[in-house]
């Protein structure tokens, strides 16, 4: 990809200049937090694309879909938090919003995750009828597309008319983040109580631990990416917020990549089978003593 805003030199600098003890920490951060990324969304992505029987069910092609996403986050970060980048409006050499974007594929792809758990529990006839696994994977793939399609309109528009959509794009915004805090209310309440009147069973503990996880990742993404999104509106809307020098030292967007470690790391935590054929397919062939280990 061709980057804008290239120095003279030939090339972008180093996200600090390295005068001060902080320089080195903010440096240092970004390295350490773009591989921890890869590392843990990466084997989950290996994971569940070399496991048939993880890709033959629904809720494992959505968090393929978001790890795949949180991956890209983790390797977006050795530009965006190495070197001096600032995206948005005004940019400086920025990737016109496309690395920043992935985001945006989560938070679309865990929409309809919520609604793939909402009728797999409270409308099995339709959902088993319906929602085949080809439907699922065009839901995936829409994120995509639907995501990055505006990105690229905003790059051959005018300025102005660029500023308008990504105002529009905004507001658009905050009608999901409100429909993704009803569904994780509602997906509360039937994890709550509509799950205790099942009878015990293996389908009933998979519904449970798919809705535990969804919740968990979905509240803790709101938690994260919330802030940075307020202080966007509050800078458009009213003039005011936070600024900062680049994308390393914007304090708002590192909580939001910070999804990237956190959905990945409740994959693995919330689901068993997941976390078995992690070990059996990626950290058992890298360190044999861990899958002994974990017999």
Not at 228 to 233: A, E, K, P, T
Request: aromatic share 14%; glycine share 4%; net charge positive.
């Amino acid at each position: 990809m061709l980057l804008p805003n290239i120095t003279a030199s030939g090339g972008v600098p180093l996200s600090v200049n390295f005068d001060s003890p902080e320089d080195f920490l903010i440096f240092g951060f970004q390295l350490v937090f773009a591989t921890t990324v890869v590392l843990v969304a990466g084997p989950v992505v290996v994971t569940i694309l070399a496991t048939r029987a993880l890709r033959l069910q629904n809720r494992f092609i959505f968090m393929l879909n978001t790890s795949i996403a949180d991956t890209l986050v983790g390797v977006s970060v050795y530009y965006l938090g190495l070197f001096d980048v600032q995206e948005g409006y005004p940019s400086r050499n920025g990737t016109r919003n496309l690395l920043p974007s992935l985001l945006g594929v989560n938070v679309m792809t865990f929409i309809f995750a919520q609604f793939d758990r909402y009728f797999a529990v409270c409308h099995p006839f339709i959902y088993t009828r319906y929602i085949t696994r080809r439907v699922v994977i065009s839901a995936n793939v829409y994120c995509w597309f639907h995501v990055y399609s505006q990105s690229i309109v905003l790059s051959f528009v005018p300025l102005s008319k660029a500023l308008q959509l990504y105002v529009f794009s905004i507001i658009f915004l905050q009608i999901i983040v409100l429909t993704k805090v009803i569904m994780t209310v509602k997906l509360f309440v039937v994890a709550r109580f509509q799950l205790d009147k099942e009878p015990p069973g293996a389908d009933k503990e998979s519904k449970n631990e798919s809705l535990r996880i969804i919740i968990f990742v979905v509240v803790t993404f709101l938690v994260l990416w919330l802030p940075s999104f307020l202080n966007i509106i509050i800078r458009f809307v009213f003039g005011r917020g936070l600024t900062f020098r680049n994308e390393a030292t914007n304090l708002f967007a590192i909580m939001a990549r910070f999804n990237a470690v956190c959905t990945a790391s409740v994959y693995i935590w919330g689901s068993p089978s997941l976390r078995e054929a992690l070990v059996r397919t990626v950290w058992g062939r890298v360190c044999p003593k861990c899958r002994r280990r974990y017999r």
